[in-house]
């Protein structure tokens, strides 16, 4: 006999045989568990969009809100090449990051981050020069009054 269940939790159902009188009648009562597990859907969460500025060698990915625990795992790729198994990698290279999420019940969530790169380099705002007065004195200086980059 097929019982079907629908449990939206992790649930355990009790059979227990019941005889109605008729023949055969069992002379033992018959009792069995089976537990249903439910695995929810993981989250995965690659984090916002980020740019490895001038100067940096990589940045770091992947949100807060990706899922952890036991059973959980992680596999990050980069061109379709493995790019790292933890919740966050240091990303090296511009281009999209793919991270797929799954628990142990073979439950997958997956997502994308794109790192894009900034090579340009600083500007200085306004500069200001004050000349040395005589030569081997120690009262000149530069101020900037601001950098920045794009």
Avoid: H
């Amino acid at each position: 006999m097929v019982v079907p269940v629908n449990p939206q939790s992790t649930t355990t159902y009790t059979l227990v045989s019941v005889s109605d009188g008729t023949a055969p009648v069992c002379t033992t009562a018959l009792q069995d568990a089976a537990t249903v597990t439910v695995f929810s859907y993981p989250v995965a969460d690659a984090g916002p969009d980020q740019t490895i500025l001038c100067g940096q060698t990589a940045v770091t990915i992947g949100g807060n809100n990706t899922s952890s625990g036991a059973g959980i795992s992680y596999q990050w790729t980069y061109l379709g090449t493995p790019a790292g198994t933890t919740k966050q990698v240091a990303a090296t290279n511009a281009g999209d990051y793919s991270l797929l999420v799954t628990n142990a019940g073979g439950c997958t969530a997956s997502d994308v981050v794109r790192v894009g790169i900034d090579n340009s380099l600083p500007t200085a705002g306004a500069i200001r020069v004050k000349e040395i007065e005589c030569f081997g004195d120690n009262n000149g200086s530069i101020r900037l009054d601001s950098i920045s980059s794009s």
